[in-house]
């Protein structure tokens, strides 16, 4: 069974945190890149973390130094720890998994990810 599982989303003022989870069946969990999305209304998606095996990490510029992700291993979830929120972050937060990576760049599209959940809301309000 492949899955990811998205939870964690909600409403929040600007500066405040937020911590996404996603659950991951032991396919998905083992793949070598894990990461991050997001989509706004009327805007593209976009990458916004990845996670390589073992353990490396690549962020977008916009959300460097803000936002961390991590994996536990223990329980086959990834993590997307979110602070200094603003009000630009807001969107429908989805993790998605891939076997294939040539950089974040070309990963950050989308199209290498073979694996999606079903994603998760996150407001930030002024």
């Known amino acids: 069974q492949v899955q990811l599982v998205e939870s964690g989303g909600g409403s929040v003022q600007a500066g405040g945190s937020l911590r996404l989870s996603c659950a991951a069946s032991?396919?998905?969990?083992?793949?070598?890149?894990m990461g991050w999305f997001r989509q706004a209304p009327g805007k593209e998606r976009e990458g916004v973390a990845t996670?390589?095996?073992?353990?490396?990490?690549t962020y977008a510029d916009s959300v460097k130094g803000r936002f961390t992700i991590s994996k536990d291993n223990a329980k086959n979830t990834l993590y997307l720890q979110m602070n200094s929120l603003k009000p630009e972050d807001t969107a429908v937060y989805y993790c998605?998994?891939?076997?294939?990576?040539?950089?974040?760049?070309?990963?950050?599209?989308?199209?290498?990810?073979?694996?999606w959940g079903q994603g998760t809301q996150v407001t930030v309000s002024s």
């Open positions: 998605a998994a891939g076997d294939v990576w040539f950089g974040f760049s070309w990963w950050a599209d989308g199209r290498a990810a073979e694996y």
């Open positions: 032991e396919r998905t969990y083992s793949m070598y890149v």
């Open positions: 996670i390589i095996r073992p353990g490396s990490t």
